[in-house]
């Protein structure tokens, strides 16, 4: 029996690229990040979701939202384990300023090894994220599961269905409002679609 994941980053925030959001309050989706959210609805409505999981931050609430109602999902699970890294001080700071600290400099160059001001790694990441898929797989045997979520929570949980280092995160790309399609079943995980466009 198998369970397939759709792993959706949120859509589009305002000045998306600029600063590091991480886990700021009152970030929510600008005009053309609704706009991919009504039309990433809508392409979700074409499968069988059975549930919708969201990362706790507003905008992928916010993405979640028209998706549930297109997928006639009546709740929407809050999961911490979906939530973006939490990055501290590094919150809010344009990548500029971020460019001239050595220490995020060195979570670049050093995915795998390195950790955020907050203390938190690429392995937590991972952990957590792979942690949610396997307790929601055993409730969700031969169904559709849609979690939604961030750009490196979803490089994370692929580098380890590829069994890539996660350094290797940045060999791929993970676009606001993409589909990442993960099949699980006993006999492990694959990959059957990558930063899926709406």
């Known amino acids: 029996m198998t369970t397939t994941f759709f792993l959706v980053r949120h859509a589009a925030h305002d000045n998306v690229g600029s600063y590091l959001a991480g886990r700021m309050g009152g970030v929510s989706l600008g005009p053309a990040g609704q706009a991919q959210a009504m039309h990433l609805a809508r392409r979700m409505s074409r499968e069988p979701l059975a549930a919708i999981c969201s990362s706790p931050r507003e905008r992928t609430l916010e993405t979640a939202k028209p ?5 006639a999902v009546k709740t929407i699970a809050i999961r911490a384990e979906l939530d973006e890294i939490d990055f501290g001080a590094w919150s809010g700071k344009t990548f500029e300023e971020l460019n001239k600290d050595a220490a995020w400099q060195t979570w670049n160059s050093q995915r795998q090894s390195a950790c955020t001001p907050s ?4 392995q937590d990441v991972q952990e ?3 942690g949610l898929m396997d307790a ?7 169904q559709c599961v849609a979690l939604i979520s961030h750009a490196d929570v979803i490089k994370a949980a692929v580098c380890k269905v590829l069994g890539l280092q996660l350094g290797d995160c940045f ?3 993970i676009e606001p409002a993409s589909i990442t399609t993960i099949v699980c079943g006993d006999w492990g995980s694959k990959l059957i679609r990558l930063n899926e466009s709406a």
């Open 119 to 122: 203390g938190e790694t690429m």
């Open 136 to 142: 929601v797989r055993q409730n969700a045997m031969n």
């Open 171 to 173: 060999r791929f790309d």
């Open 128 to 130: 957590r994220v792979i």
């Open 67 to 71: 998706m549930a109602i297109a997928c």
